[in-house]
């Protein structure tokens, strides 16, 4: 019975160990000061992972990270702030070449001498573009945007 118990108290233990924590809970814990000066409303945005208006920067860093560049500026005589996240998109290139240059070479039989041929093959690139963006005004959110 005890050998029992025992088994499932470890099994139990290690399963609780076993959950991950999310990017946003992960930030929360190296910066748990920020996290305490928000609202509760705010608070749990940031666990689930939103940004709204009225939002502060630190609120916003908890939940979407540091920004991969920012933009400087002003609207309506105020200056502005924008914060932009990078993903990538997938793009599907097609490419030709002919003859003994560019993409292919091709050899005879032998493998000797090149011969002239054609060719033709496609391949997937990876291309940058802004994913999310966050504009701020006094340190607040006044705008937001996210790729669906």
């Not at 809970?25 to 689930?48: C, G, M, T």
């Not at 290139?93 to 011969?115: A, E, K, L």
Request: proline share 3%.
């Amino acid at each position: 019975m005890k050998l029992g118990f025992s088994i499932f108290l470890l099994l139990a233990i290690s399963l609780t160990g076993c959950q991950t924590m999310s990017r946003q809970e992960k930030r929360i814990e190296k910066n748990p000061a920020l996290y305490d000066r928000l609202s509760s409303a705010d608070r749990e945005r940031v666990l689930r992972g939103e940004v709204t208006e009225g939002m502060s920067r630190d609120a916003v860093f908890l939940s979407w990270d540091r920004p991969d560049a920012v933009r400087a500026g002003s609207r309506e005589g105020k200056g502005k702030e924008t914060w932009l996240y990078f993903g990538t998109r997938p793009v599907q290139t097609t490419h030709f070449s002919m003859g003994t240059g560019g993409y292919h070479h091709f050899y005879n039989h032998f493998g000797c001498h090149p011969t002239y041929g054609y060719g033709f093959g496609q391949t997937v690139d990876y291309i940058p573009e802004v994913d999310r963006s966050v504009e701020f005004v006094n340190d607040r959110v006044v705008a937001w945007e996210r790729r669906r």
